[in-house]
């Protein structure tokens, strides 16, 4: 039996991402998916459009994979209207409300803050890109069993079994993985049971465009005939997993617009609820959880797909790290300090949003508060650094000598950005195989020097004479210095919350200029 670096369960965006991830990081890799096709119907409709927020757009940047997109020229559902941003619960905020300059980071050669995909593409691919890099991908054969020992793992897939050193589970909500690793999935029941239609209509037209929350739920028309809608049964609909009937959907239709609306053909229909779980761990052994396996919630923001795809570049060269054995003590724990705070974070924020999207007066005032709210300057900017996913952590796209920052990182190195040209910064990095950057710049930003991790974290910067680079490097690159200490997980409350990045070890935690 041949025996893998890291097998995926899941060939999804989340999974054929990290592949691509721990093959350019050298491992050997296997993908299984459940699916003998990967063109599910819901894929191809308008329902198959999903936002990418900025961490997202820019990790696709640093991988030379943007530039394949092509970007649709329809919105994602619930992105409709000129000039809208997002929204919060359904309450839109304004382009021309937000105050970009709280964000001084972001420069002319950054990436949108915003992008709308097609799942169905960005599928193809990240699977063309996997297959480049090696990966072998096997469709028709999902997981339904693994065990583990103390040299790996074997993964059961039907009839045949596969070895690997890790297994990493990105199968979804109903993961395998995560039941077969023995993960605790803690979290809060639904409210509602959300609806995807594409359907026929009779007499529609005062149904319009664009989302409308109602006393009794939500629903969203896309385009005529492409519906979602929130019912708030509890998730009892969703949970008796009966099939949706043309009958059953024009009863919620009519229920929650109040309209006289008929459907007089169904063609797809499908379900969902905001049932809010995440694993209280992320690793167990030698198999980890990425994505919707390690975490799920209401879809309302598109939140979901942009979260799972950082897990998958935070997870890729720890991994490909830690399987080629040149990772430092700690670093694929790192992984889950980072990750999990912000799982918890999209998590609330998908709460916060049910909250006052339920029937009854106290959520109706609580919406009318935040719609006055997120009309102000402040509150329009503060909800985009959420939906936009505007972190502090993530390198500026600064241009040396007529390169960017992300074009250096395609071929997932970090490195040591040197504004200075300071010839003991270049003598250090050649000491401990950093590669070393320096040049003309234009934005300097306030740096001097810029210490970059591969998946485009700041792990340490040289803006006010703070010079600890080798405690700094220590928990990420393996570089060491005399007396220096410390560990990886100590950096969790400063990158998960995106306000701050601290050396390692160093009490004065120093502020990055800006946001």
Request: glycine share 14%; aromatic share 6%.
């Amino acid at each position: 039996m041949k025996t893998y670096d890291i097998i995926i369960s899941g060939a999804g965006p989340v999974g054929l991402f990290l592949a691509g991830e721990l093959a350019l990081g050298g491992c050997a890799v296997l993908v299984l998916e459940q699916a003998a096709r990967p063109d599910a119907p819901l894929k191809r409709l308008p329902f198959g459009l999903r936002g990418l927020n900025a961490p997202s757009i820019e990790a696709l940047d640093r991988r030379g994979l943007l530039e394949q997109l092509e970007v649709p020229q329809r919105h994602p559902a619930g992105h409709v209207g000129a000039g809208q941003g997002g929204h919060f619960a359904g309450i839109p905020f304004l382009q021309s409300d937000i105050d970009t300059a709280q964000w001084p980071r972001r420069l002319p050669t950054s990436t949108p803050f915003t992008l709308p995909v097609e799942v169905a593409q960005l599928e193809a691919l990240l699977t063309r890109r996997a297959q480049s890099l090696g990966v072998a991908i096997r469709r028709g054969a999902g997981v339904i069993g693994a065990g583990q020992d103390a040299a790996g793992v074997t993964v059961h897939a039907g009839a045949a079994a596969f070895r690997a050193r890790w297994l990493v589970g990105c199968d979804g909500a109903r993961s395998v993985v995560r039941k077969a690793g023995g993960f605790d999935f803690a979290g809060t029941e639904p409210a509602f049971t959300g609806y995807t239609l594409h359907a026929e209509l009779a007499g529609a037209e005062p149904l319009g465009v664009g989302r409308h929350v109602t006393p009794r739920g939500m629903y969203l028309q896309s385009q005529p005939g492409y519906l979602v809608l929130q019912d708030f049964d509890g998730g009892a609909f969703h949970q008796r997993g009966e099939a949706v009937t043309r009958e059953h959907a024009q009863a919620v239709l009519r229920h929650i617009s109040g309209l006289d609306v008929t459907i007089t053909a169904l063609h797809v229909a499908s379900t969902w609820t905001d049932r809010a779980r995440q694993a209280t761990h992320y690793r167990n052994g030698r198999i980890l959880l990425a994505g919707d396996a390690a975490h799920i919630h209401s879809p309302l923001g598109g939140q979901g797909l942009n979260l799972g795809l950082g897990d998958a570049m935070n997870l890729g060269w720890k991994l490909a790290a830690t399987a080629r054995g040149d990772a430092p003590d700690g670093l694929l724990d790192s992984y889950e300090a980072e990750r999990h705070p912000l799982g918890e974070r999209v998590l609330d924020w998908s709460r916060a949003q049910v909250a006052i999207m339920r029937p009854g007066p106290e959520a109706r005032a609580l919406h009318a508060i935040f719609r006055d709210l997120i009309g102000t300057r402040d509150g329009a900017t503060y909800v985009a650094s959420r939906v936009w996913g505007i972190h502090a952590s993530s390198v500026p796209n600064v241009v040396i000598d007529g390169v960017t920052v992300n074009q250096m990182l395609r071929d997932g190195h970090g490195m040591l950005l040197d504004f200075d040209a300071d010839p003991a910064r270049r003598d250090w990095a050649r000491r401990h195989g950093i590669r070393y950057v320096s040049g003309a710049v234009a934005e300097r930003l306030g740096y001097h020097a810029l210490l970059v991790r591969p998946d485009g974290v700041i792990a340490w910067y040289d803006g006010d004479g703070n010079d600890d680079l080798s405690r700094a490097a220590a928990p990420w690159f393996g570089a060491t210095a005399q007396g220096s200490s410390g560990s990886a997980g100590s950096m969790r409350s400063d990158l998960a919350d995106g306000r701050k990045v601290s050396s390692v070890g160093d009490s004065r935690a120093p502020t990055l200029p800006g946001k």
